[in-house]
């Protein structure tokens, strides 16, 4: 996940209807992300959630909803 929507290698975060999601550089790929624990990892600041533009989203390719691997006993 960090190579494709840290804000280093230029992804955003942003926010429609109450969802966030994480877009890639070149903004052709979003992952919804949980919670904002999810903004701080990728390396963005919560207060700095912009709104998203609805086409931009319907256009990028779906790829699932971030979640923490399950951890190893």
Do not use: K
Request: aromatic share 8%; proline share 7%; with cysteine.
């Amino acid at each position: 996940m960090w190579w494709h929507y840290h804000i280093e290698r230029g992804g955003t975060v942003v926010r429609h209807d109450s969802r966030l999601w994480a877009l890639n550089g070149a903004r052709d790929r979003r992952l919804a992300i949980p919670d904002l624990s999810w903004v701080r990892r990728l390396g963005h600041c919560g207060h700095l959630i912009e709104d998203a533009n609805p086409h931009v989203l319907a256009t990028a390719q779906d790829c699932g909803v971030a979640y923490d691997p399950p951890a190893i006993p």
